[in-house]
């Protein structure tokens, strides 16, 4: 039985701006199997099922409460927009690290990594080397988690295919860099 099934789309919109909760735990347990399903399926686990749909409902009761919102899709869609949305960046928080050949497709997670022998100074000033546009590129793509798009827009690049040959650039420029300062020993032992 759908618990929303009491409230329509538009009842639930004007529940939640009348700061009715009940319209909020009528969709957390109705749309609690899609989001889970969901998480489970794009590599996440049940106990962070619980935590994306409550930050997703709360996103839900922000966004109906400003002043122009209007509902224009399913409220079901709406709720899996942001879900997906909340989702995809803690994942991307997960995987900070991505290899830059994006057809590859092969993520290095920062779990992969050993920290005992890895010196973060190293790293620090290996990148305090690059010219700027490369610090900045870089750090908004492995440390902020910005997407492509984003970054063209924020550093006046042309597009997103600019974006992915400077970052293939400057991560190459990166890579030599430790290459000639360092062999597989200082890092592996």
């Known amino acids: 039985m759908r618990l929303t099934n009491r409230f329509s789309d538009s009842q639930l919109v004007e529940e939640i701006k ?4 009940d319209a909020l735990v009528a969709m957390q347990k109705s749309y ?6 969901f998480i489970l399926k794009n590599n996440g686990s049940v ?21 122009n ?8 869609t709406y709720l899996m927009a942001i879900v997906k949305n909340l989702w995809f960046k803690q994942l991307k928080k997960k995987t900070r690290f991505t290899v830059v050949d994006e057809s590859l497709q092969e993520k290095i997670t920062t779990d992969d990594i050993s920290t005992s022998h890895l010196d973060f100074r190293v790293i620090h000033d290996m990148v305090a080397n690059l010219d700027e546009t490369c610090k900045k590129l870089l750090g908004y793509f492995y440390f902020d988690g910005l997407d492509n798009k984003v970054i063209a827009e924020k550093m006046g ?8 040959s400077k970052k293939y650039q400057c991560f190459k420029r990166l890579q030599k860099s430790v290459m000639e300062e360092y062999n597989k020993d200082d890092f592996f032992n």
């Not at 009348?18 to 909760?21: F, K, S, Y």
């Not at 919102?69 to 079901?76: A, E, I, N, P, R």
């Open 18 to 21: 009348a700061g009715n909760e």
């Open 32 to 37: 609690y199997a899609m989001v889970r399903n």
């Open 47 to 67: 106990d962070e099922v619980d935590d994306v749909l409550q930050d997703s409902l709360i996103a839900v009761w922000r966004n109906v409460n400003k002043p």
């Open 69 to 76: 919102f209007t509902l224009t899709v399913k409220m079901s």
């Open 157 to 164: 690049f042309a597009n997103t295919n600019t974006v992915k």
